[in-house]
């Protein structure tokens, strides 16, 4: 018996919907699946007949191996490796990582929509200082359409004196699927600035 898959299976994110068809060839019976070791995607499910679906939970790398093999003929099952990668659904990274401009912090980040639909995408950046009262310094409220790669979204204000932790949040929603996407990116240490009052 031979497992006709390939190792790499398709790639997915999140709560996306996954459905894949093991197969196998052999003398022409019923066969079994069976997960052996390693751990499949929380949220899908390998069936007896060799079809995994669901909704993945969470992104990562995923190896496991599978085993098959025809009904009254356990002792002759063939086992086989595969990974499947569960991609963040809304990536983001810097562009061009904030950094103090005289009284301002300014930067960019990246925004990545890897999923087939369009989402409605609220992007957020603030500055913190040490008393805790976060200052905007960037804000936007778009549509992020499906497959779109690396859009550059800028933010930057002038602030007071002092040191400033910036963060930046985004959040894509799916309205029809009744799903959110969050990412974050923080600086590693604060940020001071020196001139103004």
Same mark, same amino acid.
């Given at each position: 018996?031979?497992?006709?898959?390939?190792?790499?299976?398709?790639?997915?994110?999140?709560?996306?919907?996954?459905?894949?068809?093991?197969?196998?060839?052999?003398?022409?019976?019923?066969?079994?699946?069976?997960?052996?070791?390693?751990?499949?995607?929380?949220?899908?499910?390998?069936?007896?007949?060799?079809?995994?679906?669901?909704?993945?939970?969470?992104?990562?790398?995923?190896?496991?191996?599978?085993?098959?093999?025809?009904?009254?003929?356990?002792?002759?099952?063939?086992?086989?490796?595969?990974?499947?990668?569960?991609?963040?659904?809304?990536?983001?990274?810097?562009?061009?990582?904030?950094?103090?401009?005289?009284?301002?912090?300014?930067?960019?980040?990246?925004?990545?929509?890897?999923?087939?639909?369009?989402?409605?995408?609220?992007?957020?950046?603030?500055? /913190? %200082?040490?008393? &805790?009262?976060? #200052?905007?310094?960037?804000?936007?409220?778009? $549509?992020?359409?499906?497959? !779109? =790669?690396?859009?550059?979204?800028?933010?930057?204000?002038? /602030? %007071?004196?002092? &040191?400033?932790? #910036?963060?930046?949040?985004?959040?894509?929603? $799916?309205?029809?699927?009744? !799903? =959110?996407?969050?990412?974050?990116?923080?600086?590693?240490?604060?940020?001071?600035?020196?001139?103004?009052?």
């Amino acid at each position: 018996m031979v497992i006709e898959n390939d190792t790499d299976l398709p790639d997915t994110y999140p709560h996306a919907d996954y459905q894949l068809r093991f197969h196998a060839r052999g003398r022409g019976g019923s066969v079994h699946w069976k997960l052996e070791k390693g751990a499949i995607p929380p949220g899908l499910k390998l069936e007896d007949d060799g079809v995994l679906h669901g909704r993945p939970e969470h992104t990562g790398e995923f190896q496991f191996t599978l085993s098959v093999w025809e009904v009254g003929r356990r002792d002759e099952a063939v086992q086989k490796g595969f990974t499947l990668r569960v991609h963040s659904a809304l990536m983001l990274n810097w562009k061009n990582y904030a950094q103090v401009q005289g009284n301002r912090i300014d930067g960019s980040v990246k925004v990545t929509n890897t999923t087939p639909d369009d989402m409605d995408l609220t992007f957020i950046v603030v500055a /913190l %200082p040490p008393n &805790g009262r976060a #200052v905007a310094i960037g804000y936007q409220h778009f $549509v992020l359409p499906r497959g !779109v =790669i690396d859009k550059e979204l800028p933010f930057g204000d002038t /602030l %007071p004196h002092g &040191g400033y932790v #910036v963060r930046v949040d985004a959040v894509g929603e $799916v309205a029809a699927k009744n !799903v =959110i996407y969050r990412e974050y990116l923080q600086t590693a240490s604060a940020l001071q600035v020196t001139v103004g009052p």
